[in-house]
């Protein structure tokens, strides 16, 4: 009587700690650690890869709405680089890795605007400021 207590005591824990092997054994579990940083970092590089081609698209197809996506997505790098200043993990190869990026598109950019119709800059900068009024209208006063 003793015996069959304890096997069916025994019995659960021993289902229960097979179907754990096996689970571990069919799904290995890999932990991936993503820090603020670097995640950031990646998707600055990640849109001056896309600036660049968008760059590279407008000399193949001389569309000018090219121009404004590759200076938009030179923007959205700059502004991930800068992010990286308020992430708790940042280390000296990241201030490097953010002067690097800040860098290339600024280069990036002097491209594009070289690139642009208008002759003048401030032409193109009272342009991006009449839509910018068109769409808040409460915040230029």
């Known amino acids: 009587m003793k015996k069959q207590f304890l096997l ?3 019995l659960p824990w021993l289902l229960s700690s097979c179907a754990f092997l096996a689970d571990e054994a069919t799904t290995p ?3 991936v650690q993503v820090t603020c940083a670097e995640s950031r970092l990646e998707s600055s590089f ?4 896309k600036a660049k081609e968008f760059l590279a698209n407008f000399y193949k197809t001389r569309k000018e709405s090219e121009l404004f996506f590759a200076w938009y997505a ?3 790098s700059d502004y991930m680089a ?3 200043s308020r992430c ?5 190869k990241h201030y490097y890795a953010v002067q690097n990026m800040l860098h290339k598109n600024k280069i990036l950019q002097k491209l594009v605007a070289q690139n642009m119709r208008q002759d003048n800059q401030t032409e193109l900068s009272e342009l991006f400021l009449d839509e910018y ?3 808040f209208v409460r915040d230029i006063q």
Do not use: G, P, Q
Not at 46 to 49: E, K, N, V
Not at 88 to 92: A, G, L, Q, V
């Open 46 to 49: 990640t849109f001056h890869s």
């Open 74 to 76: 030179s923007e959205d």
């Open 133 to 135: 009024r068109k769409i």
């Open 82 to 84: 800068r992010a990286i």
């Open 29 to 31: 579990r890999e932990i």
């Open 88 to 92: 708790w993990d940042r280390k000296n």
């Open 8 to 10: 069916l005591l025994a």
